[in-house]
């Protein structure tokens, strides 16, 4: 099986601009979350889609957005970036058969914002 | 909302030594997952525990789960330099695909 797909890997943007990062989930696997990683904060839950829904959201601004395609597949979105939104953003699939189970997690995308 | 507090932050060892992160909880858990990541990796899933006082073993690796499922720990025997990273606990929220994380035990090894 392939793993989790994050497009794209690298991302320099410039403050006020918006961004939309890309991730592809495990065949199979009905939910997408959505983390993000910065040395200070540690690992941030953003929000989880489930069936194009979205089941959980983090404590993050309006500015951080997701949906997610009848295909699984799930973007995020950040408006008006901002230097603190610099971080690595991780994308993880699971298949929650039968309870909370693993997540895999995708290799991230770096977002650096200038 | 449920948090989880992992100790210690970092730790450095010799290779061949033991290492223990703990993490614990004000709450009953209902489950609780470790987590490793490699420096510039991604978190790659190691276990879960669901059971009170469950101990399970992964080779050098041994996971426990307190008695009172507020707390658990991760030893390592005889610490390899492929051991370095980044080691976390989380909690799942229901039966759903939100983890908290703990802040991380960062683990580096001297060869």
């Known amino acids: 099986k392939a793993g989790v797909t994050q497009t794209p890997r690298y991302l320099i943007k410039t403050r006020g601009q918006q961004v939309t990062l890309s991730c592809s989930p495990i065949?199979?696997?009905?939910?997408v979350s959505w983390y993000q990683q910065t040395p200070g904060q540690g690992l941030q839950f953003l929000f989880e889609?489930?069936?194009?829904?979205?089941?959980n959201k983090g404590n993050f601004p309006g500015r951080f957005s997701g949906r997610q395609f009848s295909n699984s597949r799930s973007e995020m979105n950040v408006s008006t970036l901002e230097l603190g939104d610099s971080a690595l953003y991780l994308c993880a699939s699971s298949s929650l058969r039968g309870g909370p189970s693993e997540q895999y997690f995708g290799p991230g995308t770096r977002l650096t914002v200038t | 909302g449920q948090q989880v507090m992992q100790i210690p932050q970092y730790q450095h060892v010799q290779e061949g030594e033991d290492f223990t992160t703990y993490c614990n909880s004000s709450t009953t858990l209902s489950n609780i997952q470790w987590y490793k990541q490699r420096p510039g990796g991604h978190p790659v899933f190691l276990i879960q525990l669901v059971k009170s006082g469950e101990v399970k073993k992964q080779k050098r690796l041994t996971f426990q789960f307190g008695e009172a499922k507020k707390n658990s720990s991760l030893h390592i025997t005889a610490t390899q330099t492929t051991d370095v990273g980044t080691y976390f606990c989380?909690?799942?929220?229901?039966?759903?695909?939100?983890?908290?994380f703990g802040q991380g035990t960062t683990l580096q090894v001297k060869p």
């Open positions: 065949s199979g696997h009905r939910s």
């Open positions: 989380a909690i799942s929220s229901g039966n759903t695909g939100k983890l908290i």
């Open positions: 889609y489930f069936s194009e829904t979205q089941r």
